[in-house]
């Protein structure tokens, strides 16, 4: 809340280095804003400064700025870049942060980048790469006794095996990742695997445990101002309920999710969410709007690459 109100600031700080060549001072502390740029949704206004001055930096003399401070600029942008479906770009980005990683001996940094591989390979449904990755992410988080890092891969993990077709170890695997979330103290990674164990549920139909599991996510996601987590959740239970018939308030929190979508440019969630309010309108009648939306669902995946799972 304090970075949101000093976000003007901010972008003076950021235009005061770059226009004075201070090239390391402006990477650091974009680098250091990527989080905060990825939980409060501004997406795009992070990957620009990101972008452009890691251009910069790639275009001076090899060597001239620290590795790790390169890397972590790479990571955010790589996060960014996921959260607005360019995955070919989230890709490169993550890839280049591992070299430095690697360079800079910086063995948590090189398990996180792996996990971000990971997570552009199971968007492009490249289930056994994404394993391989995030089981090497687990073993490296494992070995520096790295709680957020263990339970935010094995979210991860149980993700891709739900996806693969596995439900039942998906959901063991986020119901472990519970834990060790819960040790490191981190409400937005708690909140993500609790809105990814309430898709579960919803899939078997269990409703109650749905709502409450969604419910526990958006209590930890609405204070964070964690708007693609909300998005996510909204599109879930406008799920549940057009499947229990209310087309009105499914076709509600469907709107609010893809509104929260289109707002923060998270173009991966927002087919999956025209998808849902597809089906609503299948449901009421309304064949003309469903066809529409089904068109629209599939110009996004298309251009984003986000394959529907098997």
């Not at 250091?32 to 990957?47: D, I, K, S």
């Not at 089981?135 to 494992?142: G, K, Q, S, T, V």
């Not at 070995?143 to 890092?149: F, L, M, P, R």
């Not at 110009?299 to 529907?308: K, P």
Request: aromatic share 6%; glycine share 10%; with cysteine.
């Amino acid at each position: 809340d304090q970075l949101e109100f000093e976000r003007a600031n901010l972008h003076t700080a950021l235009a005061w280095y770059r226009d004075r060549g201070e090239v390391e001072r402006a990477l650091r502390l974009a680098g250091t804003l990527g989080r905060f740029w990825w939980m409060h949704g501004h997406l795009a206004e992070g990957q620009g400064w990101l972008d452009e001055l890691l251009t910069v930096a790639e275009t001076g003399p090899v060597g001239w700025l620290p590795p790790g401070v390169r890397a972590k600029a790479q990571t955010w942008a790589g996060c960014l870049a996921c959260a607005q479906g360019r995955i070919r770009d989230a890709t490169a980005h993550h890839a280049a942060a591992l070299r430095l990683y690697e360079e800079a001996g910086d063995p948590w940094g090189a398990a996180f980048a792996l996990q971000g591989l990971g997570v552009q390979a199971v968007l492009e449904t490249e289930y056994e790469r994404a394993t391989v990755l995030y089981e090497e992410a687990l073993a490296r988080f494992r070995a520096i006794d790295d709680a957020w890092g263990v339970g935010g891969t094995l979210m991860n993990l149980g993700c891709l095996v739900g996806d693969a077709g596995d439900r039942e170890r998906g959901e063991q695997l986020l119901t472990e990742s519970l834990a060790p979330l819960r040790q490191a103290g981190d409400p937005d990674r708690l909140a993500r695997a609790l809105v990814n164990l309430g898709e579960h549920a919803n899939d078997r139909g269990d409703d109650a445990r749905a709502e409450r599991l969604l419910g526990e996510s958006l209590a930890l996601a609405r204070p964070l101002g964690q708007r693609e987590v909300i998005a996510y959740a909204l599109g879930i239970l406008g799920a549940l309920s057009g499947r229990r018939g209310d087309t009105t308030r499914a076709m509600t929190e469907l709107a609010e999710s893809l509104r929260l979508c289109h707002e923060i440019g998270a173009r991966h969630w927002t087919a999956q969410t025209m998808e849902r309010l597809a089906a609503v309108a299948v449901s009421d009648d309304r064949a003309a709007l469903a066809a529409r939306l089904l068109g629209a669902a599939a110009a996004f995946r298309e251009a984003t690459g986000r394959r529907l799972p098997p």
